[in-house]
């Protein structure tokens, strides 16, 4: 085979990587616009287009306004921000330690946000930015004894070790916490923990989606950065790129997201843990934040949307939907991975 026909094949396996990259981002495009249309217009009350339309435009339609103003929309809404968020979260972590094992959920950074949270309303009844605040300081200790436990060791397997320790741990102490509280607090704090949608107001939504909107993109661009760490370390680091100064970035960045994703919906199970297999398998093997985060954002909505009607006369929080589909997907995943180390040996 001559040099211009490997440079030509070369050249058309990306183009082929790039068409099918296109394909898989427009596809999740639609099925979240799907999947948003049938979150706000369908469902126990049914809203057509046009009266939609009329409701954006500020007018008033009895009863209508009122569903889709203050339940439907701003639930369909939040779950594409906290579904996009986790979704990119999950995936980056997932890919700077190399294991798909690793997310925010199974690192305990998800509960350290959220034991936090629930200490600051709880103890010292605080609300809005003080919750993002207390939840933002958990998921960084979180962090921090992550990397400090897990520095000169088999990083990965060391890291996930004790994420699941921290957050045995951490769970325990959210128990200790509502047992402190008065009946009305610990229910409220109950539904917030298992992820829910339903509390959130048009503010908060819109200041996650502004911190989102800054983090994310940046995320998106150490991923880049990073993309040399599947080949090694010391490659990536002959080649130029800041390591320790981009993980570090990395990390802080996901902490972010997630700290703020709990504090306003509290932590939502599996979505970061499912986002990334699910968007390499989609592009055949190949990473992308953008593409994990769109997963995300669809895996949220869809499951709002079934916690909401797929049981008549209840109203499931949407964490109870996503646990239910991320618990046999990470059994699969385990089975997986002992497979193919069995064949390796």
């Not at 809203?47 to 306004?65: H, S």
């Not at 957050?167 to 923990?193: F, K, N, P, Q, S």
């Amino acid at each position: 085979m001559t040099t211009g026909e490997t440079l030509s094949r070369v050249r058309a396996a990306r183009a082929s990587t790039r068409r099918r990259a296109r394909r898989v981002s427009l596809g999740l495009v639609i099925l979240l616009a799907l999947a948003w249309s049938a979150r706000v217009l369908l469902g126990d009350y049914t809203v057509t287009v046009p009266d939609f339309v009329r409701i954006l435009g500020g007018e008033q339609i009895p009863g209508a306004r009122f569903i889709v103003m203050e339940s439907k929309l701003p639930r369909a809404v939040l779950g594409i921000v906290v579904g996009a968020a986790l979704g990119g979260a999950g995936a980056l972590v997932q890919d700077l330690l190399r294991n798909p094992l690793a997310s925010p959920d199974v690192l305990g950074m998800s509960i350290g946000a959220s034991a936090a949270a629930v200490i600051a309303v709880v103890l010292f009844h605080a609300t809005g930015i003080s919750v993002t605040v207390a939840a933002l300081a958990g998921a960084l200790a979180v962090a921090g004894v992550l990397v400090a436990l897990s520095r000169g060791r088999d990083g990965t397997y060391t890291m996930i070790i004790v994420g699941v320790g921290l957050a045995a741990m951490l769970t325990a102490v959210i128990h200790w916490v509502l047992l402190r509280a008065d009946l009305y607090r610990a229910h409220e704090a109950m539904l917030w923990l298992t992820g829910s949608l339903t509390a959130a107001t048009w503010a908060e939504i819109g200041r996650l989606s502004i911190l989102i909107a800054i983090v994310l993109p940046l995320l998106v661009l150490v991923h880049r950065d990073l993309a040399l760490v599947a080949l090694g370390d010391d490659l990536a680091v002959s080649l130029g790129v800041p390591l320790r100064q981009e993980r570090a970035l990395a990390l802080l960045g996901v902490v972010v997201l997630v700290a703020a994703c709990a504090a306003v919906c509290g932590p939502i199970a599996f979505v970061a843990l499912l986002s990334g297999p699910v968007a390499r398998r989609l592009r055949g093997g190949r990473p992308s934040i953008v593409a994990a985060a769109l997963v995300g954002a669809c895996l949220v909505v869809v499951a709002d949307y079934l916690a909401a009607y797929a049981i008549p006369g209840t109203n499931l929080p949407v964490g109870v939907v996503t646990g239910a589909a991320g618990a046999p997907f990470l059994l699969w995943l385990l089975v997986a991975r002992n497979r193919i180390g069995e064949e390796t040996t």
